[in-house]
């Protein structure tokens, strides 16, 4: 049978945030797999109700992936701010009371809201936390996780045009906020960029999925496990007793 190439591989993104879309889109070029948006198959947006981002991932990957029939990709990502406990977190896209309208304004709305909150702070350190789940099928027994974050300190006032979401408050070690930045440097360093450099080779090793090489950026290497072969340290599979499937639980002689 003939090896898939990466135009038959497809996966579906979990959202429905146009900035994070444009981003993990970039992102996942070098693969050269089919990259389709939740919202070409007209998809509502999954309910995000737990406390912690790789629930709120996962139930997104799960969502996108039953209701396509696709590998799904999913980012639940937010700001933690050291002063604030950790808030805005895995509230950060509703941070403020809801905005009817353009998501845009939900983000002015939420930045105001948090320098309201940072008024007369001294300690400004912030994160932001990307945690990406990738899922082959809606009852996928081992998604991929990764985390990426990005460490910086929240500005005083809103400056840069690029990005979305808290990037004109989030300031970068130079000074310059994240939407100072190109898509191309944010996307080298951001959480969402670093999660995504994790699991490009994991979508190789694990789902068999590989950049061409035309397509790699230089100096993008993929590690290879390299499994010894014989002496110390092979496993071998256990000898098999009776008649069990696998999946079925033990099988007794
Ligand atoms: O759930 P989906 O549909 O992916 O879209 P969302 O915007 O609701 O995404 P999250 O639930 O993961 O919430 C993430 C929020 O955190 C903020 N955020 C995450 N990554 C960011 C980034 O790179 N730059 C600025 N703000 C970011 C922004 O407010 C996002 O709306
Ligand atoms: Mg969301």
Redesign the pocket.
């Known amino acids: 049978m003939a090896a898939p190439t990466s135009a038959t591989w497809r996966i579906v993104l979990a959202?429905?945030?146009p900035g994070?879309l444009a981003e993990l889109s970039a992102l996942l070029a070098p693969l050269g797999c089919q990259v389709q948006a939740q919202g070409e198959f007209h998809l509502a947006?999954a309910e995000?109700p737990h406390p912690t981002f790789i629930e709120?991932a996962l139930a997104?990957a799960r969502h996108a992936s039953f209701h396509t029939g696709l590998p799904a990709l999913a980012?639940?990502?937010?700001?933690c701010v050291e002063a604030l406990g950790g808030l805005p977190g895995v509230r950060?896209?509703r941070f403020a009371p809801q905005v009817e309208g353009p998501r845009a304004e939900q983000?002015a709305a939420?930045n105001r809201l948090l320098l309201q909150q940072m008024e007369g702070q001294t300690l400004r350190l912030a994160r932001?936390v990307?945690i990406m789940v990738a899922l082959r099928h809606a009852a996928d027994p081992e998604p991929l996780i990764v985390r990426g974050e990005l460490i910086g300190q929240i500005g005083h006032a809103a400056q840069g045009q690029g990005?979305?979401?808290?990037?004109p408050l989030f300031v970068l070690a130079d000074g310059r906020t994240?939407a100072q930045c190109d898509a191309q440097e944010k996307n080298r360093i951001?959480?969402?960029g670093q999660a995504l450099q994790t699991l490009l080779p994991l979508l190789r090793t694990h789902w068999g999925w590989m950049a061409a090489s035309s397509e790699r950026p230089q100096g993008w290497a993929i590690p290879t496990p390299t499994l010894p072969t014989s002496g110390e340290g092979v496993i071998s599979p256990p000898p098999r007793r009776g008649g069990g499937r696998d999946g079925d639980g033990p099988a007794f002689p």
């Open positions: 959202s429905g945030n994070k947006e995000e709120n997104k980012d639940d990502s937010g700001l950060s896209a983000d939420n932001f990307s990005g979305f979401g808290y990037d994240l951001s959480h969402r």
